[in-house]
């Protein structure tokens, strides 16, 4: 059993640059010692336990032997932490809520049978670590003392990644929307022990606002409603219950896509299609991946020219890091301009694969950059030393979401001098700013007009834009950088593997394929054991059985490296994850489960078909299955009319796509 929550106090703390690293070894090791006891500087310090222990005293090095420069440091620290059970667990947003005095559990048996022997309802909480609003949730409900009682006394309070288990999420992201009509993180979910819903949100504030009820407020009503209404619980946990069972019992049939299918779907897109800033529909916007696959695959130029029109718009605005790479997760606004700053791995990934083709169809410059600068981000920020890839940037940076992206005009104008105006007029940059007063970075004009304004050829503008990139780039790493979430998740890490390959694919570049073979290397080595994956690693810990999304993407990403390189070892371990979704995913009505057979027993068993911010799992391991089918002389090719477009003239040859998935 975890120990009880502790609060540590050391004082005197002046943190140097090591300090936080190893305040927060001494911290594990104090968390994890079976007599309780933390080292101390010269002055008091105490572990004081929150549940009727008596105070620890410990001497200087205890257990350290003695101590270096950097660890007298640190204790001569003053830190007041607090660690519940979530200490013990390697994801960054589960650790991000280790020291509220929430008793928080992970998801799992311990909470479960503690909420059936004290018939509690449990409390769930889901988010990800980079989701401003759960930090903003966090910093008003799980970090006040009084809300927090109030959560220990009458629930089982449990927290979950949704990254990490992304089945738990959709199952209860299924009763959020049913019983509120909309969704989003954090989610907020109260259950019988039986893990059986009956009531559902997202947000709520800490005090009413935004036509929401406080929370504490909505935690009184539950109390009431559990312990004087508890039939009304009962019937509405079984309704609710029934409903996601049904929601996931998906219809399935033998009807194939055929032209008119595809061309009813093309009719729809060209009437929700923003012909000035591309996209589709108004804000906010995320960027279509799917659909942008769909349209760059099709033989009529209206269809390529949405797509082109919406990355063109895309890699121009604010969504688009102008100066480091990579693309935010969506735009609040209509234009692409304003951002919701965090950054996500699988976006990129699938970003990267549109922009690569549409270069290869186009030849246009813009496109190359944007795959150049997105994976040189990702190279430099997002890769672990094992070739690995993380999972995402935060939103915020010292509590202010953007504040790391941003400028003012005086920063321009002290940091470029003669080259500022010219700088501020590429970039957009005004002294009222476009964002909180600030700027977000964006590229509103053509540089062969910009040139002409500013007399210059556009080889000189390029050159004068490229020395102030590095200045202003060099003088934003200063700031201090929004959090990285450094878990390593399979089925992200297969995306952006397909990414990779597919780029040095198309664009020659061999060190990306070489990125792409390094990164299978390591999910095969870290992630695959006897015939089966893992979902989640980090911190040299590989954990939590994989699912159907894993299987797919990393096996779809295999494909893309065999096709890019032709070594066979990428085409047989491809070939195994096919077997392994066929034997423990496979819907036998039809279709594929997104958990496997045998793993643990959700309330309902989700399935998917639908494409979201990541493809559909069902359909991806579709995907996998129909080209290993064909290698392996299971299924004879069929007469595909989702097959890839023509090249356009001028284009050169189209990629070599071993199926017609439009995703």
């Known amino acids: ?282 804000a906010p916007k995320f960027p279509p991946h799917a659909v942008l696959r769909f349209l760059l695959r099709q033989p009529g130029k209206g269809a390529r020219a949405m797509a082109y029109q919406t990355l063109t718009r895309m890699a121009r605005g604010g969504i688009f890091d102008q100066l480091g790479g990579g693309f935010a997760r969506y735009s609040v606004d209509g234009r692409w301009l304003v951002p919701h700053f965090e950054k996500m791995l699988y976006d990129n990934a699938q970003l990267v694969g549109r922009y690569a083709e549409a270069f290869h169809q186009t030849g246009a410059p813009l496109y ?69 007063g600030r700027n977000i970075l964006e590229v509103p004009h053509e540089e062969r007009a910009l040139a002409d304004r500013f007399g210059l050829t556009v080889e000189a503008l390029q050159e004068r834009l490229e020395r102030a990139r590095s200045l202003l780039f060099e003088a934003r790493e200063e700031r201090v950088r929004p959090d990285l979430d450094d878990k390593i998740l399979t089925a992200w890490n297969g995306l952006m593997l397909g990414g990779y390959a597919e780029a040095g694919r198309l664009l020659g ?18 992630l695959y054991r006897d015939g089966r994956l893992l979902h989640s690693y980090k911190d040299g810990e590989a954990k939590i059985e994989g699912l159907l999304e894993d299987y797919a993407f990393f096996g779809l990403g295999l494909l893309s490296l065999y096709r890019a390189t032709f070594e066979a070892e990428w085409l047989g371990l491809a070939i195994d994850l096919a077997a392994a979704v066929a034997e423990h995913f496979r819907d036998p009505r039809g279709g594929f489960f997104s958990t496997p057979t045998g793993g643990e027993e959700l309330i309902a068993r989700p399935k998917n078909i639908f494409d979201a911010a990541t493809p559909a799992e069902g359909v991806a391991a579709a995907e996998l299955l129909l080209p290993v089918g064909r290698r392996a002389g299971v299924f004879p090719p069929p007469k595909n009319p989702c097959a890839p477009a023509p090249p356009p003239r001028g284009g050169g040859r189209p990629p070599n796509y071993s199926s017609g998935w439009v995703g």
């Open 509 to 526: 570049r061999a060190d990306y394929l070489g990125a792409a073979s390094r990164n299978a290397s390591f999910l095969r080595q870290e």
């Open 368 to 436: 190359r950059h944007t795959v150049e600068a997105t994976l040189a981000w990702v190279e430099r920020e997002m890769t672990s030393p094992e070739g690995g890839f993380y999972s995402a940037l935060d939103a915020d940076s010292e509590g202010v979401e953007g504040k790391f992206y941003t400028w003012d005009l005086q920063e321009i104008e002290r940091l470029l001098a003669a080259d500022a105006d010219l700088v501020a007029a590429y970039y957009g940059v005004t002294e009222a700013g476009n964002f909180e």
């Open 1 to 282: 059993m975890p120990p009880a929550p502790v609060r540590l106090k050391v004082y005197n703390l002046v943190c140097g640059e090591n300090a936080w690293r190893i305040a927060g070894s001494l911290l594990r090791f104090a968390t994890s010692s079976s007599d309780r006891m933390v080292p101390v500087g010269t002055r008091r310090s105490v572990v004081r336990p929150e549940i009727g222990r008596p105070p620890v005293r410990a001497p200087l090095g205890v257990r350290f032997g003695s101590p270096g420069p950097a660890v007298l440091r640190v204790l001569l620290c003053v830190v007041d932490l607090r660690t519940n059970r979530l200490a013990r667990e390697t994801s960054p947003y589960l650790l991000q809520h280790r020291h509220n005095p929430v008793d928080w559990y992970p998801w799992g048996s311990e909470a479960f049978d503690r909420a059936r022997v004290e018939d509690r309802p449990i409390l769930l909480s889901v988010g990800y670590s980079s989701c401003h609003w759960c930090h903003v949730m966090a910093h008003e409900s799980f970090e006040d003392e009084a809300t927090a009682e109030l959560m220990n006394r009458h629930f089982v309070n449990v927290k979950v990644d949704r990254e990490e288990r992304p089945d738990v999420d959709a199952v209860y992201m299924g009763a959020v929307q049913a019983m509120t009509g909309h969704g989003g993180w954090p989610m907020t979910v109260v259950m019988t022990p039986e893990r059986r819903p009956f009531f559902a949100g997202t947000y709520f504030p800490a005090q009413e606002r935004f036509g929401q009820p406080a929370f504490t407020r909505v935690l009184w009503s539950i109390v009431d409603i559990w312990e004087r209404r508890r039939d009304e619980v009962e019937q509405t946990a079984d309704r609710v219950t029934d409903h996601l069972n049904r929601l996931f019992d998906l219809p399935t049939g033998t009807a194939r896509a055929g032209r008119e299918g595809l061309g009813s779907a093309l009719k729809a897109l060209q009437g929700q299609f923003d012909p000035r800033y591309g996209g589709f529909g108004g």
